[in-house]
């Protein structure tokens, strides 16, 4: 998709300086955006408030991945029914029908527990252990996986899922961070809020999710004038492009434009992106001036595209 | 336990040299030593070393030479001695003298368990229950009068102790306007010191003081009788100024305090406590260059004061803050330029981190401010008003009073005004905007009067121009404070500085602020506020308060306070008469809150506001009131409470982001506006207001308002760069500043090339070349 191309050549401009361009040429695979299939976990809130508060984010994940994938993929375990034996179902049901090429996305959402060797998600009945989620994980063949656990204690899991074609994102950086977490309630807001859109897609990707949750979780700390007792991780190599909601209304995916209006979009933006890996070496009003005249073709190209596919420019500002 | 082994490491590692010894009044007796001393207090300096030198003897006392070497200035080696003299025979004596050595190097806490440690011996040790009492004066008075009583009242007390404690006492009634009990102790204090021959040096310093606080501004001090006789008595002692200028301090009168450090420290060089006073004074009228010589030298001189080492420490800071000027005047850290101006200039002093966000809002504040005041009180400054923020709450106690800890929010000195900034606390800790609203009154009132206005008059103006000038408008007091009142802890007027300066309980303080803006809202429902004017007019000619209240009300302050007391019950008549059913509400509306009993939320709130409609201090039933509402989905009533909340001055910033929201679901941009804009004066911190105001700002066409927001939440770097770039550029093309228009869409655009509003703004600005 074109959305994911511009996203591998922004990968390609951050990535730069650390030589890692070959990597982000491997993303160009997750262009077709194969089958996303989502597992939504709720933990035990052992508090009334707590579990409230775990439903609302728990609902607001769901309708979130139901806007980028078919409703029928998206599971959702909760209350009596979140055992770890049923978790566990899932995920063998995960591993038996999902190829190299789908997508997986795991959802953990409630308090963990470290003990410094051994992590804990907190379900009704027995707990379930980072050694297992590494082994249901694992036994998954899809390439592309993420996993968000949302608790406290959360990053202990980072070392233990580490992966390079699995973005693991916790709510703190090590197991020691054992205080409850605001992270969760964030990220279930930042998958349907259009300021988290950064680059305006029209689709929240891991990174732009995790971008917004970790401002939000750090102006929550300092207005509270609090020690932060979270610090938000993420490690993997696709998240920029691994998408995970798409806005209502927002939809830029076009597939009624001509074909070789499309073209010319993606050519146009592949020097976008060329430029701007040459910005440094350039003056301002030398690169502005190239930005410009490049920005203004895509301009026109894209009203033409929209108006051929019959879509306005719906996109509002935030 | 004893306290004495655990105290002997502190010293040993002090460096020299230190704290000079002060008069002891006959504690100590050893004739040879006393003879040193009277040379000393004669300020026969070189005749005093040499004579202390020659008793630092092998054959001399353990006791005598801690304290040859405490005179010579070597607090090492006079700690150690002491130390040895106490292991081989501690009496209170000599255990209260280890005390007083502690206290001169400033660490009152050992100090005082010493002088315990004494008592313990001798319950009636008259010179440790002095010093216990000077420890303790400014920490618990209450305490302190226990141990100074019994000396005072005592008939076979010492005669230097009960000096001490009349002087103590003295110095105690002058802080507190008490000058006829001042009057009565120092004359007693006179009798004793002459009957025993003591030096009476001191008691012409607190005369002079109080001579120099009855007289018309401009007296020359030096023409004193009571300066004439100190200097005559000891050339070189400095306290002859240095104890006046702590009175000049205490009342606010910055400038002359200067003056007198600097007498004081030009006779006696090495009297570090005025020098690390005089620095804290120069800082205080933005002399910053100056404030740092005085205390790089205090410290040379006497490294253990806390206040030198934080101060110079802040110092070293200041280097980290932009200084910004409005209009433009030449302004350098260290020197303000005092170009008088037409308009009011203003300089603000904002940590870099935060200076450019902060700026315009404390700027407009500032402005508003001085253009409100200036008419109010009919004064023109004559200087630059300089407004200090501090992110770092213990920086801005440093700046304030040397030392962390201090409980309050911001400080005028004059024409500087230095607080907290709204970054050093919690959201809902503090409305910045009152704060320096409230500071800025202080700018007037102080220098209406050449400083001559009484704390509570001050703080009362500021109190009453904050609930009826100020960002947030509406009496605004906490519950405990409705609670003294009516328990009748009121203080009368002419006693009411003591609830600021020498409070009985921490409580006090903040009920002493709520009765001086009471007392200000009275005389305006009574006789007008244009008599506040008259009184400061009246303060500035040297007029206390009853004088005051007298010549502008025509009332004694007693029934000034009668009728006052009248008005307290007319305006809170309902609430003291149904006190324990408004507390019932609150405590039933918080329980049934907690447990979403929201029907139960709504008759307890309902019932509390019903009896005090103006409660919008944290826990505000109106809040808790529109909660219920809205969950029950009776989202009008919900909006209605809270606009009746705002209108009276409520500013939880969550609460108000949720009603500007309603507002502008209902396209009500202008009442969003000002929602949104009060939230900025409470957390200036957060882009989505920000946002969202300026959006709000640009449908009001007021673009260049909107710019400013837009700016602002730039500056927070937030998440969403694109569209705050692309924000900036609508603002920027409504006010045809079209190539910086443009530079900001193709900001915007870099980070999201297919943006489509903003590549129609570019389209658009394209056409308009």
Known sequence: MLSSLAHSLLCLHHLKRNLLTLLCLSMLSMAAEAELRVVIIEGLGGEPAYQKQFDKEATAIQVASASITRAEQVSRLTGAAATRANIMAVMKQCASSLNKEDRLALYLIGHGSYDGYTYKFNLPGADITGAELVSMLNAVKADNQLIVVTGSASGALQVLLKKDSRIVVTATRNGNERNITQFGQYFADALMDANADSDKNGRISVQEALDMTARKVKDYYEAESRLATEHPQLTGLHAGVFNISELPGEHTSVTTANASLLAQREQLTGQIDELRLRKESLAEDMYLQQLEVLLLQLAELDARIDTQSGQATTEAAP | ?769
Not at chain 2, 55 to 69: G, I, Q, W
Not at chain 2, 450 to 458: A, I, L
Not at chain 2, 693 to 715: S, Y
């Open chain 2, 1 to 769: 336990m004893k306290y004495t082994a655990l105290i002997i490491p502190l010293l040993l590692f002090a460096a020299l040299p230190a704290a000079a010894r002060g008069i002891h009044y006959g504690a100590v007796t050893d004739a040879a030593l006393v003879a040193c001393d009277q040379q000393q207090w004669r300020g026969q300096r070189d005749a005093a070393v040499r004579c202390y030198r020659s008793l630092f003897t092998a054959t001399a006392t353990t006791a005598t030479r801690a304290e040859v070497a405490w005179a010579l200035g070597d607090v090492k080696t006079a700690n150690e001695l002491f130390a040895a003299a106490i292991k081989q025979r501690s009496t209170p004596a000599l255990l209260t003298r280890w005390g007083e050595l502690y206290a001169e190097t400033h660490q009152n806490a050992e100090a005082l368990k010493l002088y315990q440690e004494a008592l313990q011996a001798d319950q009636h040790f008259a010179f440790a229950q002095v010093g216990a009492a000077s420890v303790l004066v400014y920490q618990y008075a209450a305490q302190a009068n226990d141990y100074l009583q019994p000396v005072m009242e005592g008939k076979d007390v010492p005669a230097g102790a009960k000096l001490r404690a009349l002087l103590l006492a003295a110095r105690v009634n002058l802080e507190d306007s008490d000058t006829s009990r001042a009057v009565e102790l120092l004359k007693e204090a006179t009798l004793v010191a002459s009957a025993a021959k003591l030096p009476q040096l001191e008691i012409y310093a607190l005369y002079a003081a109080l001579e120099l606080l009855q007289s018309p501004l401009g007296t020359d001090i030096t023409q004193s009788i009571w300066v004439k006789k100190a200097l005559a008595d000891n050339s070189s002692y400095g306290d002859i100024y240095a104890i006046p200028a702590h009175f000049y301090v205490i009342t606010r009168r910055t400038r002359e305090a200067v003056d007198l450090f600097k007498r004081a420290v030009q006779i006696q060089p090495d009297n570090w406590e005025a020098r690390v006073e005089y620095g804290s004074s120069l800082l205080r009228d933005n002399q910053i260059t100056a404030a740092r010589e005085q205390m790089e030298a205090a410290y040379k001189g006497d490294p253990y004061n806390v206040v030198t080492v934080n101060t110079l420490r802040l110092l070293d800071s200041l280097k980290d803050y932009d200084v910004l000027a409005y209009p433009d005047i030449t302004d350098q850290p260290g020197s303000i330029n005092r170009v008088l101006l037409d308009t009011s200039p203003i300089v603000l002093r904002l940590h870099k981190k935060e200076s450019a966000l902060l700026a315009p809002y404390a700027r407009k504040l500032t402005e508003q401010a001085l253009a409100v005041y200036s008419k109010q009180f009919n004064f023109r400054l004559k200087e630059p008003v300089v407004v200090e923020f501090y992110p770092n709450h213990e920086d801005f106690a440093v700046r304030t009073a040397g030392e962390p800890g201090l409980g309050l929010l911001g400080v005028t000195f004059g024409y500087v005004v230095a607080m907290d900034s709204p970054s050093s606390r919690a959201t809902d800790e503090f409305h910045w905007g009152t704060t320096l609203w409230h500071e800025l009154a202080h700018v007037f009132t102080l220098e209406s009067t050449d400083h001559r206005v009484p704390r509570w008059f001050s703080e009362g103006v500021s109190v009453y121009e904050e609930w009826n000038t100020g960002p947030v408008k509406g009496i605004s007091i906490p519950a405990e404070v409705y609670a003294a009142f009516k328990a009748g802890k009121a203080l009368p007027v002419i006693e009411l500085d003591r609830g600021f300066i020498r409070p009985d309980s921490p409580q006090q303080v903040m009920v002493s602020y709520m009765q001086a803006g009471l007392i200000c809202q009275f005389i305006d429902r009574e006789f007008g506020a244009a008599r506040f004017n008259e009184m400061l007019a009246a303060f500035k000619q040297g007029q206390d308060t009853s004088t005051a209240v007298q010549a502008v009300f025509k009332l004694e302050a007693k029934e000034f306070d009668a009728r006052f007391n009248e008005f307290m019950h007319q305006k809170f008549n309902k609430l003291f008469e149904n006190f324990d059913a408004w507390e019932n509400a609150h405590s039933t509306m918080a329980s049934a809150y907690d447990r979403s009993d929201w029907m139960t939320v709504i008759e307890a709130a309902r019932a509390a506001l019903n009896i005090l409609p103006n409660d919008v201090e944290q826990g505000s039933p109106y809040v808790a009131l529109a909660r219920a509402y809205n969950v029950m989905n009776q989202s009008a009533q919900a909006q209605a409470t809270l606009e009746t909340y705002f209108m009276y001055g409520g500013h939880d910033a969550e609460t108000l982001r949720w009603l500007a929201t309603r507002l502008l679901e209902q396209k009500k941009y202008a009442e969003a506006a000002r929602v949104l804009d009060a939230i900025n004066y409470v957390t200036p911190f957060n882009y989505e207001v920000h946002g969202q105001l300026g959006d709000t700002l640009l449908i009001l066409k007021r673009p260049t308002e909107a710019l400013t927001e837009f700016q602002a939440a730039l500056r927070l770097n937030p998440p969403d760069r694109a569209n705050a770039h692309f924000r900036v550029a609508q603002a920027l093309q409504a006010l045809q500043r079209n190539a910086e228009a443009k530079k900001n869409v193709l900001m915007a655009l870099e980070i999201a090339p297919n943006f489509r509003s903003a590549q129609q703004l570019l389209l658009e600005l394209a056409k308009s070349k």
